[in-house]
C-alpha cells in the first residue's frame, strides 16, 4: 500500500517502521522538511519526505498520528481527501481535544471530504506498537468506524504490524468506546504504576 503517516513521533515512527519492512510505500507529511521529528526513519527501506500534501495525494491511506489538540488544524492541511482513507490513531486526555467533539475521530470526520475514516492503533502505548510479543503470545489491535473498506484496511495494516488479532468494535459510534479504552490503558499503565510493558489480548475457549 502507499501510505502517508503525518505525525512522525512515536506511535507514527513505530508503524512506519514496521509497514516499511512489510514492502508498504511510506511518505512521511511534515511541515517542515528541515526540521521534524523522526528524521531516523529516513534510513527506511521504501520510505521518502514529502510535504503533508503531497503525501496525502501519492497516498491511498493516511495515517493521523499527531495530538488531539491539532488534530483540527491537522485535517485542514492534507488538503483533497477523496478517495483516501484515514485512520486515526489519537486520544483526547485530560480535555485535550477538538473544542466541540467528544472524540478525535469525530472532529477529522467534520473537517475531510472522505467518509472512509477509522479509529486504530490508539489503544496501547508505542512501546507495544514496536514490540507486540509478550513471550509466545502477540497482543491485539481493535479498530471502529463506518467505513468497511477503511476498517479492512486497518485491520489489514495491524497485522503487518505485528499484532495478533484486530477486532471490529464497532461503528462510528465506538470512536467514544475506543478513547475510552485507550485511557483505561493509560490508568493501568501510569497511573496505577503497572508500567508501560503492559498490553490487551483476547482469550478464547
Same mark, same amino acid.
Given at each position: ?68 489538540? *491539532?488534530?483540527?488544524?491537522?485535517? =485542514?492541511?492534507?488538503?483533497? %481527501?477523496?478517495?483516501?482513507? /484515514?485512520? +486515526? @490513531? #489519537? ?21 475531510? *471530504?472522505?467518509?472512509?475514516?477509522? =479509529?486504530?492503533?490508539?489503544? %496501547?502505548?508505542?512501546?507495544? /506498537?514496536? +514490540? @507486540? #510479543? ?72
Amino acid at each position: 500500500m502507499k501510505i502517508a503517516v503525518i505525525g512522525t513521533g512515536n506511535v507514527g515512527g513505530a508503524l512506519a517502521t514496521k509497514w516499511a519492512e512489510k514492502g508498504h510505500q511510506i511518505y512521511l507529511g511534515v511541515r517542515d522538511q528541515n526540521s521534524f521529528k523522526g528524521k531516523d526513519l529516513l534510513s527506511n527501506l521504501n520510505t521518502s519526505l514529502c510535504s503533508v500534501q503531497e503525501a496525502v495525494q501519492l497516498a491511498d491511506v493516511i495515517l493521523l498520528a499527531t495530538p488531539a489538540i *491539532s488534530i483540527i488544524e491537522t485535517t =485542514k492541511s492534507l488538503g483533497d %481527501t477523496r478517495g483516501k482513507i /484515514i485512520i +486515526d @490513531t #489519537a486520544n483526547i486526555v485530560n480535555n485535550r481535544g477538538p473544542q466541540g467533539f467528544e472524540t478525535v475521530t469525530d472532529a477529522i470526520l467534520a473537517y475531510t *471530504s472522505t467518509d472512509d475514516v477509522v =479509529k486504530c492503533f490508539n489503544t %496501547t502505548g508505542y512501546n507495544n /506498537i514496536k +514490540d @507486540t #510479543a509478550y513471550e509466545d503470545k502477540l497482543l491485539d489491535m481493535f479498530v471502529a468506524g463506518d467505513s468497511p473498506r477503511g476498517k479492512l484496511v486497518a485491520i489489514e495494516l495491524a497485522h503487518d504490524a505485528g499484532f495478533g488479532a484486530c477486532y471490529d468494535l464497532g461503528g462510528n459510534d465506538a470512536f467514544v468506546l475506543m478513547e475510552q479504552f485507550a485511557r483505561f490503558w493509560i490508568n493501568l499503565a501510569l497511573n496505577q504504576g503497572h508500567g508501560r510493558d503492559i498490553g490487551f489480548k483476547v482469550l478464547k475457549r
